[in-house]
């Protein structure tokens, strides 16, 4: 299928990769910084915590509907006066204020991008920082340059929607076309049934043991003298949780860092903001059988 025409122009767009990589290594380095609160803050940014689903695209939705109120009110009152001006006014600034954190929440999901989904990233998150940009000299002009200022202010914000809706078609391609942030085991269908994956024996005192179970890739590791099954594959990004390490009943994504109970899936550390899906094992004679603990309906 042709890719459309926004979507060719950012593929070729190579000049952002250095750009990206500076600004990942910011948004990385930020955190470290910040010490002991920067993981925690930076898992309440990616939604894993309290929210335990992406927080960006949720939080997108306020200014995109409060800049839409805005164009729509500072039109009204200019050329019917049935509102008044500070309709507009007030929509932006509350479309501004969700925006930066919003903003923020953008840059962190940044931080742990790869290849073409980066790429897009980047144009969406540019062209969104410049949206902001524009909206706070908007808000500059309606509150300190008076009535005047008022007709050019209005032609900021209106010309930043543009940009804005421009922007937003990345973000979506990002999700929807890309499928960045998009649970990795959504579509998990089985083994719905008890499936022979060998012997128990396999299984090693320490670290983890992949096998394949009806085409799903298991990760079978030992806990406190029982033996858990998650599925292998990371609900962040598709990363083999096999490669990655377990310690203290935790298992560590090997590419982004996220971590999952190995008890029951339960994600407790970002970017992943899924949990990862449980097995259900059983001993039958030496061999062990597993099934998806939730298996879809
Ligand atoms: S693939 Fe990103 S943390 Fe696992």
């Not at 309606?142 to 804005?164: M, N």
């Amino acid at each position: 299928m042709p890719e459309t025409l926004l979507g060719r122009v950012v593929r070729k767009q190579s000049w952002m990769e250095p750009l990206s990589e500076f600004v990942q290594k910011a948004v990385s380095g930020t955190f470290r910084f910040l010490g002991p609160p920067g993981r925690p803050l930076k898992n309440l940014l990616h939604g894993t915590f309290l929210l335990r689903h992406p927080l960006h695209p949720a939080l997108t939705d306020v200014p995109v509907g409060a800049w839409t109120v805005g164009v729509v009110a500072d039109f009204a009152a200019h050329f019917t006066a049935r509102i008044p001006e500070a309709a507009g006014d007030v929509a932006l600034i509350v479309g501004l204020l969700v925006a930066l954190l919003t903003l923020v929440t953008g840059y962190t999901d940044f931080a742990d991008t790869v290849g073409m989904e980066r790429r897009f990233g980047c144009a969406h998150g540019l062209l969104m920082t410049l949206v902001v940009a524009i909206e706070m000299v908007s808000l500059g002009l309606r509150w300190w340059a008076g009535e005047a200022a008022h007709p050019v202010a209005v032609g900021l914000s209106t010309g930043a929607y543009g940009i804005l809706l421009l922007g937003a078609w990345l973000g979506g391609h990002v999700v929807f076309g890309i499928g960045y942030s998009v649970n990795r085991e959504a579509y998990l269908a089985g083994p719905v049934d008890w499936v022979p994956v060998g012997a128990a024996s396999a299984v090693p005192e320490t670290g983890m043991h992949l096998v394949e179970a009806e085409g799903t890739q298991v990760l079978l590791a030992r806990l406190d003298g029982a033996i858990c099954a998650l599925a292998d594959v990371c609900t962040h990004a598709g990363g083999p949780l096999h490669e990655g390490t377990l310690e203290g009943g935790v298992v560590t994504c090997p590419w982004h860092g996220s971590r999952f109970r190995l008890r029951d899936g339960h994600v407790v550390g970002g970017p992943a903001t899924f949990d990862q899906p449980q097995l259900l094992v059983r001993e039958t004679e030496g061999t062990l059988e597993v099934k998806l603990a939730d298996p879809p309906l």
